[in-house]
Each structure stands twice: as structure tokens, then as C-alpha cells.
């Protein structure tokens, strides 16, 4: 532990610094009684959860329909190189899952570095 330098006033000193204060503590707390204080009303409260509820929603629709047009998308594309294509399809089944296991790998790795 350190070693605190401490300052002794005289005690007139000390008792008017005190007061003093004590005294601008009181002012101070005096003006913050004097502000007045709005507590908003139940039906507040309820209108902002439910805007918050609609907001929610709506925008899980949203990521919700374009999750499934962008799998549509995909899966279109796949049954038409499939019927097309097979050989296309039988690559892209084959790169895929070794696509994946390298990109997790590689992903631990880094994060394994990252945290020695």
C-alpha cells in the first residue's frame, strides 16, 4: 500500500470547511427536490410494448420471407442442375461438405491462436 501525504487543518478550519460543505450539499440537494417529477401513466407503458410487439413481428416476417425465397432459390437451382446437369450436381454435392470442413477448421484454428 502506498503512502498517503494527508493534510491536518486546524480545527477552525476544519469545522468551516465542514460546514461549508455541508452546507453547499444541502443547496444542491435543495434544487434537485425542486424539479418536478413525471411518472408516466399504465397506458404508456402498454402502447410501447405494443409497438414493440408489431415492430418485432414485422420484421420477422420480412427475414422470414426472404430466408425462404433465397432457399428457393437455391433449390431450384439445385433440382435443375440435378435434372440438367448431374455431373454439375454430383460436384457440387462432393465440393460442398469438404468446403464446409475446411472453412471450420480453419475458422478453429485462428480462433485457437488467437486465445494461446
Same mark, same amino acid.
Given at each position: 500500500?502506498?503512502?498517503?501525504?494527508?493534510?491536518?487543518?486546524?480545527?477552525?478550519?476544519?469545522?468551516?470547511?465542514?460546514?461549508?460543505?455541508?452546507?453547499k450539499?444541502?443547496?444542491?440537494?435543495?434544487?434537485?427536490?425542486?424539479?418536478?417529477v413525471?411518472?408516466?401513466?399504465?397506458?404508456?407503458?402498454?402502447?410501447?410494448?405494443?409497438?414493440?410487439?408489431?415492430?418485432?413481428?414485422?420484421?420477422?416476417?420480412?427475414?422470414? =420471407?426472404?430466408?425462404? *425465397?433465397?432457399?428457393? #432459390? %437455391? $433449390?431450384?437451382?439445385? &433440382?435443375? =442442375?440435378?435434372?440438367? *446437369?448431374?455431373?454439375v #450436381? %454430383? $460436384?457440387?454435392?462432393? &465440393?460442398?461438405?469438404?468446403?464446409?470442413g475446411y472453412y471450420?477448421?480453419?475458422?478453429?484454428?485462428?480462433?485457437?491462436?488467437?486465445?494461446e
Amino acid at each position: 500500500m502506498k503512502k498517503q501525504k494527508v493534510v491536518i487543518l486546524g480545527n477552525e478550519k476544519q469545522n468551516k470547511h465542514d460546514l461549508d460543505a455541508i452546507h453547499k450539499l444541502q443547496e444542491g440537494l435543495g434544487k434537485v427536490d425542486q424539479f418536478p417529477v413525471y411518472t408516466p401513466d399504465l397506458e404508456w407503458f402498454e402502447k410501447i410494448v405494443l409497438t414493440e410487439k408489431e415492430n418485432s413481428r414485422k420484421k420477422f416476417v420480412k427475414e422470414l =420471407s426472404l430466408f425462404l *425465397m433465397i432457399a428457393l #432459390f %437455391i $433449390l431450384s437451382g439445385i &433440382i435443375v =442442375s440435378f435434372y440438367q *446437369m448431374p455431373v454439375v #450436381f %454430383i $460436384l457440387i454435392q462432393l &465440393i460442398t461438405p469438404i468446403f464446409i470442413g475446411y472453412y471450420t477448421l480453419t475458422r478453429f484454428n485462428k480462433k485457437v491462436k488467437i486465445n494461446e
